[in-house]
């Protein structure tokens, strides 16, 4: 059985019950946390125990203040999800096979080589992305115009303001930037701070405006821009340029946030990518979660001739498709 309530539940024949990426954390069932963006991570779990990766479980105490043991279970394999640091799918191996994709992104990157598609007989698939109008470029080649347009607008005596997701984004645009020794926001900061622990290097420095006041140099910040540091006069009042990655850019360029320039990096799998998981999975069903779930899933059928579904509340069962 399966079904979406308090992130997605599934029961096996022989009553085991999983709970996905639960908003809270749910006794009596074994709870997986795909990865650490807020959205997934539960609330009221405190000392429990939780299938998920050792960063997860970092950003867990650091986002939600929450603390947890790792847990691994026989029925449970958790496989690279590609999304941002620490994120994991899962493979649910029951009577039947079941694998979770989470949040997922199947392009190479800078700390993964991307998720990789594995049979199965069930699919859960996020579909953030699922119409065609989404395809993103290689992540090298995104890069190489990211780090292009930096060092244009540097020479130009610019500062560059870039705007990126407080985890996820900002990790790849500090690694990508590193040669800038990039400014950061202090939310930024913490997370960058916590990883360095599993041994990633990030050549990053906290805001700081006074400093940057009295150098008078252009300088790259990377920012949420929720809470954009204003200096008192200086360099942050002078040339600046503000640049900001989504994959939602895809559609609507550097009108995406209003800023001068955009570029279409994105932490998921875009159309093709999608398309192309799928079939490689060879599922007999697929579920689809999250963004264009009902169009993804009647584009699944029509391209594969898979039986797709959106993910809605309601209960579907699993045996129907055996
Ligand atoms: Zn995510």
Wanted: proline share 4%; aromatic share 10%; with cysteine.
């Amino acid at each position: 059985m399966i079904y979406q309530k308090n992130g997605i539940s599934v029961t096996f024949t022989d009553g085991t019950k999983f709970r996905l990426d639960p908003r809270t954390y749910s006794p009596e069932e074994i709870n997986l946390v795909s990865h650490g963006h807020s959205d997934h991570l539960p609330t009221r779990c405190h000392g429990e125990s939780v299938v998920m990766s050792d960063v997860t479980q970092k950003l867990l105490k650091l986002r939600k203040r929450a603390t947890a043991d790792i847990l691994s279970h026989a029925s449970v394999r958790p496989l690279d999800a590609g999304h941002v640091v620490g994120s994991r799918m899962f493979l649910l191996e029951g009577d039947q096979s079941i694998l979770y994709t989470g949040d997922f992104c199947t392009k190479q990157k800078f700390f993964s080589q991307g998720a990789q598609p594995v049979s199965a007989d069930v699919l859960i698939v996020e579909s953030t992305f699922g119409s065609e109008e989404y395809v993103f470029p290689e992540t090298k080649e995104v890069a190489t115009q990211i780090r292009q347009c930096v060092a244009s607008c540097i020479e130009n005596d610019e500062s560059v303001i870039v705007l990126a997701y407080p985890f996820g984004k900002a990790q790849e645009l500090t690694h990508l930037l590193r040669d800038y020794a990039p400014f950061v926001d202090d939310g930024i900061y913490q997370i960058n701070d916590a990883l360095r622990s599993f041994g990633y290097d990030f050549r990053d420095q906290l805001f700081d405006a006074a400093s940057v006041t009295e150098s008078r140099e252009p300088f790259v910040l990377i920012t949420s821009g929720r809470s954009t540091p204003q200096g008192q006069d200086g360099p942050l009042r002078g040339k600046r340029r503000t640049l900001a990655v989504s994959g939602w850019a895809a559609s609507r360029g550097k009108y995406f946030r209003g800023v001068d320039y955009a570029f279409a990096l994105s932490d998921h799998a875009d159309f093709q990518d999608l398309l192309r998981f799928v079939d490689r999975c060879s599922p007999e069903v697929v579920y689809t979660c999250h963004g264009f779930a009902k169009k993804f899933a009647r584009l699944v059928h029509a391209h594969l001739g898979i039986d797709a579904f959106p993910l809605e509340k309601g209960q579907h069962f699993l045996s129907n498709y055996a």
